[in-house]
């Protein structure tokens, strides 16, 4: 086995169904197997993904456990010296998987590495990012980020500031895709499950590069993400109103706690070309 594909479906199964089968579609020079951990859907996605896909398998659980741990049990169940978290609403385009597991395969100390993400109109999606700091959540979340200091704060942070044509090493990137090296994993460790849902992507990539593996963005690799941000609405009186929103600030607050009085990691902004 060499690619192990895992999957976190909630209440999803329509686009689980096109992500696994945009999966299937490709002609892959490696064996692939695919997991679905199914955080207790109240739509048919469990009976619907075990019906028309029997060769893959779904873990079906009786609550929702949380993004984090989803991906672990998932690990748990993967084969692969390579794994790929993928999101339902992933669409997987030609040459992505080869592209990846090459680049991984010349590069022995990428840990985890992120294809390009574009939205369905081929536009570019920001899916590679430096690492948060609590002014980047204000500016955010609140008019500040209007100012010229927020405007550069969040451009910084969303490294719209560099070149998304070449593969180069970041801080940390979006959970949607990624693609880690069992090895790695094996030493680093699963998603950390304090976070329900959000910060488990940058928790995981923080921990990468302290144990001296590198987070990598490849553009040379695309997938096509449904994405929306629905913790975006509401600024910081989403809290109130959206439940999202709640969920990515308690999980902000973790994060800071988690790394309080600790330095970031050493990692590196060279900009690397495929070989």
């Given at each position: 086995m060499k690619l192990s594909i895992i999957i976190i479906n909630y209440n999803s199964g329509a686009l689980t169904r096109a992500c696994i089968a945009s999966i299937l579609q490709q002609e892959l020079p490696f064996t692939v197997e695919i997991i679905v951990v199914d955080?207790?859907?109240?739509?048919?996605?469990?009976?619907?993904?075990?019906?028309?896909?029997?060769?893959?398998?779904?873990?079906?659980?009786?609550?929702?456990?949380?993004?984090?741990?989803?991906?672990?049990?998932?690990?748990?169940?993967?084969?692969g010296s390579y794994i790929l978290i993928l999101n339902p609403d992933i669409v997987v385009l030609p040459e992505a998987l080869p592209r990846m597991v090459q680049y991984m395969n010349v590069h022995p100390d990428i840990g985890v590495l992120g294809a390009q993400l574009i939205y369905p109109n081929g536009h570019l999606?920001?899916?590679?990012?430096?690492?948060?700091?609590?002014m980047t959540i204000v500016y955010r979340r609140t008019p500040l980020g209007r100012l010229r200091s927020g405007r550069q704060a969040v451009l910084s942070f969303l490294m719209q500031d560099v070149d998304h044509q070449n593969p180069i090493d970041v801080d940390w990137l979006m959970g949607s895709c990624l693609l880690l090296r069992a090895a790695a994993v094996r030493k680093v460790g699963g998603m950390d499950e304090r976070f329900f849902m959000y910060f488990e992507d940058v928790d995981w990539c923080r921990r990468m590069w302290e144990f001296g593996w590198r987070v990598v963005y490849f553009p040379h690799a695309q997938l096509s993400h449904y994405h929306q941000r629905s913790s975006d609405h509401g600024g910081l009186l989403g809290v109130f109103t959206n439940w999202t929103v709640r969920a990515h600030i308690t999980s902000a607050l973790k994060y800071f706690w988690k790394y309080r009085g600790k330095k970031l990691p050493h990692r590196t902004s060279r900009q690397r070309t495929l070989l």
């Open positions: 955080n207790a859907s109240a739509d048919e996605s469990v009976s619907l993904l075990r019906d028309e896909f029997p060769d893959i398998t779904v873990i079906a659980n009786d609550q929702n456990r949380g993004f984090g741990a989803g991906v672990n049990q998932g690990l748990t169940a993967a084969h999606q920001y899916s590679c990012f430096r690492f948060y700091t609590p």
